[in-house]
């Protein structure tokens, strides 16, 4: 069986890009901004601090964990909060390799773990919408032991590296997901899939995408009327049922282009009756025909 936030995940291709300990000392704010939005997550070690998201601020302390599915700016600031003259735009670095937010000469008041990963799909965009915009989790040791192991392999020249490392950051993706109790208050999957009924149109649509699937035909799934299924999938999920459907077979087009197979082979792996009918819906979604993008994809390998 084809578990939905498993393979969206897994289509997110996330790669390590960095981590570093930062601490903080007095009063500090610092902010950022990223071009390329990575994904952000922080276990705070010791003491207590602040976070500003999209707008929202939240206080995180010592066994928290925090996940930022795609941060383009950001705030963090001591618990006392800082005067317009002690922001930042980065911490220092000191000289045992730590970064530092506040004052470098005092001891720590607090000690957190952060890393930074890319998501190097090229549907990464399309698929964070499904995903929470920030996810809080109070106290999980399962998920500190997991940022922990990233790091150390991220750190390692082991044989393999790559490959474990990939999939730990899925798993340690998928965990804070599946943890989160905060996730499914905003449209997305989770939410979708915390509904039962729609729950099941979903994991039809990963499990079979080759199907000819119509509103109607996943409304029976859900067992729901045609209308019920459609309002309630888009009010859930934040897309509609065939738009969820249309992203998630480009998703997987792409995934498969890239492994080289066939036009034709694509096309019937994702429900098209034609190779033409499918390159139409490929050029007008991603903006080039399936065989120029096969091409462009092998130039940059």
């Known amino acids: 069986m084809v578990e939905p936030l498993t393979s969206v995940v897994a289509h997110l291709q996330p790669k390590m ?26 276990v705070v070690l010791e003491g207590k601090m602040h976070y500003e998201v999209d707008g929202s601020t939240l206080v995180v302390e010592a066994g928290d964990f925090v ?38 000469e005092a001891e720590a008041d607090v000690r957190t773990l952060v ?12 698929l964070l919408t499904l995903l929470p915009k920030l996810v809080h989790i109070r106290g999980d040791v399962r998920l500190s032991a997991l940022v922990q192991l990233v790091i150390d392999e991220s750190r390692s020249q082991r044989p393999g590296r790559d490959v474990v490392l990939e999939r730990l950051l899925e798993v340690l993706l998928i965990e804070a997901l599946r943890s989160s109790s905060n996730a499914v208050t905003s449209p997305g999957l989770l939410r979708g899939l915390a ?8 994991r039809r649509i990963h499990e079979n995408p080759e ?4 509103v109607a035909l996943l409304a029976k799934e859900s067992a729901l009327s045609r209308s019920v299924f459609f309002e309630r999938f888009r009010a859930a999920v934040g897309v509609t049922p065939m738009d969820y459907l249309l992203s998630w077979r480009m998703a997987l087009a792409r995934n498969f282009l890239e492994r080289k197979k ?40």
């Not at 795609?70 to 930042?88: C, H, L, R, T, Y």
């Not at 509904?195 to 979903?202: G, M, S, T, V, Y």
């Open 17 to 42: 890009a960095y981590s570093k300990i930062v601490t903080g000392a007095g009063r500090w704010g610092v902010r950022g901004e990223f071009d390329d939005a990575p994904l952000c997550c922080c």
């Open 67 to 104: 996940l930022i599915p795609s941060v383009s700016k950001f705030s963090a600031f001591s618990f006392d909060p800082p005067g317009e003259d002690e922001w930042q735009s980065a911490p220092a670095k000191l000289a045992n390799g730590e970064h530092r937010n506040g004052v470098v």
């Open 262 to 301: 066939a036009i034709t082979e694509v096309a019937a792996l994702i429900g098209y009756s034609s190779s033409s009918t499918f390159s139409v819906a490929f050029a007008r979604h991603t903006g080039m025909p399936p065989g120029q993008y096969s091409k462009s994809r092998q130039m940059q390998e």
């Open 211 to 214: 199907i000819p699937w119509t």
């Open 115 to 126: 890393g930074f990963c890319h998501l190097t799909s090229p549907d990464a965009t399309l």
């Open 195 to 202: 509904d039962i009924r729609l729950a099941n149109a979903i």
